[in-house]
């Protein structure tokens, strides 16, 4: 089983930047296509960028295009979303997940990490 880990939430104000972090374990890293989802208290995961396996091809829902950047080094089994330009309703506890490519659906994911709160300040 893949365990994986975020880092680098935190508090900070609109406009800034935060870069998350999502440590892989074992040596299949490499192997698995990523995405980044997030969550508020009473609302629904919401798909939020995906990344292949090879790192070669990105996809970000319309409302982050431009502003978050997502990336993987697979040499230290770390996959990356960089938050520029954030707005209070980034505000979310942001899991990264392995599964399909582009898939936008959280039920179709099978591994999850436990998630790192983001909060933006007006």
Do not use: H
């Not at 192997?31 to 009473?42: A, E, N």
């Not at 292949?52 to 982050?64: F, Q």
């Not at 089994?77 to 506890?93: C, F, G, H, I, R």
């Amino acid at each position: 089983q893949v365990q994986l880990v975020e880092s680098g939430g935190g508090l900070v104000q609109a406009g800034g930047s935060l870069r998350l972090s999502c440590a892989a374990s074992g040596r299949t890293f490499s192997t698995y296509d990523m995405s980044w989802f997030r969550q508020d208290p009473g609302k629904e995961r919401e798909f939020v960028a995906a990344i292949t396996w090879s790192g070669g091809s990105a996809y970000y829902i319309d409302s982050v295009k431009g502003r978050f950047v997502i990336s993987r080094d697979n040499a230290k089994n770390t996959m990356y979303l960089q938050m520029n330009s954030v707005k209070p309703e980034d505000t979310a506890v942001y899991y990264c997940a392995a599964g399909p490519y582009r898939q936008t659906s959280p039920y179709r994911y099978i591994y999850w990490g436990q998630g790192t709160q983001v909060t933006v300040s007006s």
